[in-house]
């Protein structure tokens, strides 16, 4: 999706189907997902013109009503940059059941990388 204003994209965030506690690689090839319950967020970016707008929290919203109204059980991503409090409060949680998969995607993203994940009934 895009946050678009006067013919300019202003914003976007990219989500895709995806496993529950599993993340792709940071500059990795998507593989085809055919059986998942679950969304992730695997980028969202706003331009600095936009900054301040709430622009990012109508897209974060608007990916969780769909999320919802598709039957998703929610949605994965990973936090990076000091982003844990902006996540947490739509309502993600940090995942503590870290698999070998996840741990080495983690390891792809920066020190902070934290992977998130918001239960469809929690959501906010």
């Not at 059980?73 to 940090?94: E, H, K, N, V, Y």
């Not at 995942?95 to 993203?109: E, Q």
């Amino acid at each position: 999706m895009v946050y678009e204003y006067q013919n300019q994209i202003m914003a976007y965030i990219l989500t895709h189907p995806w496993q529950k506690g599993d993340a792709p690689k940071l500059d990795s090839v998507l593989s085809s997902i055919k059986e998942t319950k679950s969304l992730y967020i695997h980028d969202m970016a706003v331009s600095p013109s936009a900054q301040g707008l709430g622009v990012a929290k109508k897209l974060v919203n608007q990916v969780i009503t769909i999320s919802t109204n598709s039957d998703f059980a929610g949605i994965g991503l990973i936090a990076i940059q000091g982003a844990r409090t902006f996540w947490q409060a739509f309502g993600f949680q940090p995942f503590d059941n870290i698999s070998g998969s996840l741990s080495a995607s983690l390891a792809s993203y920066s020190d902070d990388a934290c992977y998130m994940y918001l239960q469809a009934d929690k959501a906010k």
